[in-house]
Antibody, heavy 121, light 107 residues
Framework: EVQLVQSGAEVAKPGESLKISCKGS????????ISWVRQMPGKGLEWMGK????????SYSPSFEGHVIISVDKSISTVYLQWSSLRASDTAMYYC??????????????WGQGTLVTVSS | EIVLTQSPGTLSLSPGERATLSCRAS???????LAWYQQKPGQAPRLLIY???TRATGIPDRFSGSGSGTDFSLTISRLEAEDFAVYYC?????????FGQGTRVEI
């Protein structure tokens, strides 16, 4: 079974750094891009960026570029989303999702269970 | 970026009824790179349709997608209790990929 399992909920303060993870299993990890999607409380879905696990190539939405970094550790089939300086407005649920086919096209299936990030002083 | 506008915002229907959800794009979506996702409360989204009309694995045939260019729709032929959820359209033909604001299907 193809599965993405994300790290647990996090609580952090504004200005702190944070790294959350997404571990893939049940498929050839380096054959499928992974995207990150944000969902703020009670709101819709926003695509943040994606990574090709085979070569670590990344692409970001202009709305998120410079504020987050997406990285990968192929040896443990895990993709990361990190912030160097959190803001209160980063409070949201974050989902990772695998690209359905072996391309950069963002047909997202399956999704991880989500990681809730709460930023509060 | 391409803006996707979904209508209606909320659809109030009963089990057994037909639901038609609309997604209109601000520009032509190339190669019909349009997907639909279902999200239930407290759950991650689930891919229903990609390429405008191809059902994802395991999706019942009561779900169908159609459209091209700037106008797309998702139809649920006979609503079942488990179908009451929020539905998002999503274009991935022109970077950056964007989502619609969602349509809630409620009883």
């Amino acid at each position: 079974e193809v599965q993405l399992v994300q790290s647990g909920a996090e609580v952090a303060k504004p200005g702190e750094s944070l790294k959350i993870s997404c571990k893939g299993s049940g498929y050839m990890f380096t054959s499928h891009w992974i995207s990150w999607v944000r969902q703020m409380p009670g709101k819709g879905l926003e695509w943040m960026g994606k990574i090709d696990p085979s070569d670590s190539y990344t692409s970001y939405s202009p709305s998120f570029e410079g504020h987050v970094i997406i990285s990968v550790d192929k040896s443990i089939s895990t993709v990361y989303l990190q912030w160097s300086s959190l803001r209160a407005s980063d409070t949201a649920m974050y989902y990772c999702a695998r690209h359905l086919r072996g391309s950069s096209r963002e047909e997202l299936d399956p999704w991880g269970q989500g990681t809730l990030v709460t930023v509060s002083s | 970026e391409i803006v996707l506008t979904q209508s209606p915002g909320t659809l109030s229907l009963s089990p057994g009824e037909r639901a038609t959800l609309s997604c209109r794009a601000s520009q032509t979506i190339i190669s019909s790179y349009l997907a639909w996702y279902q999200q239930k409360p407290g759950q991650a989204p689930r891919l229903l349709i990609y390429g405008a009309s191809t059902r994802a694995t395991g999706i019942p045939d009561r779900f169908s997608g159609s459209g091209s260019g700037t106008d797309f729709s998702l139809t649920i032929s006979r609503l079942e209790a488990e179908d009451f959820a929020v539905y998002y359209c999503h274009q991935y033909g022109t970077p950056p990929t964007t989502f619609g604001q969602g349509t809630r299907v409620e009883i």
